[in-house]
């Protein structure tokens, strides 16, 4: 199972993004997905996620500017990220609960892709 992450960038700040996550492999099932964070010399935060029914939930300092979404039948998650502040600046994993059988699951992450804010 894999996760590849893609749409980061450099962007001014009050600016947009769209980051995207597709899973691949032998997936039986997929619970959650959602993005996490880590800002230069910090530890790694959750920035959104979503189950697989669409209940989502946010970190303070994002809702209202993020939006996450998911497409079940690509195995994708987005997070359109508009407003971006210079405080955004993170490498930005997404996170996956994947099942590879009937029994159980497992959390996978992609690669992290570099969001820069900044004028």
């Known amino acids: 199972v894999q996760l590849q992450a893609s749409g980061g960038g450099l962007v001014q700040p009050g600016g947009s993004l769209r980051l995207s996550c597709a899973a691949s492999?032998?997936?039986?099932?997929?619970?959650?997905m959602g993005w996490f964070r880590q800002p230069p010399g910090k530890q790694r935060e959750l920035v959104a996620r979503i189950s697989s029914s669409g209940n989502t939930n946010y970190a303070d300092s994002v809702a209202g500017r993020f939006t996450i979404v998911r497409g079940n039948a690509e195995n994708k998650v987005y997070l359109q990220m508009n407003n971006l502040k210079p405080e955004d600046t993170a490498v930005y994993y997404c996170n996956a609960d994947i099942g590879t059988s009937l029994y159980g699951s497992s959390p996978y992450w992609g690669q992290g892709t570099q969001v820069t804010v900044s004028s």
């Open positions: 492999g032998r997936i039986v099932s997929i619970n959650n």
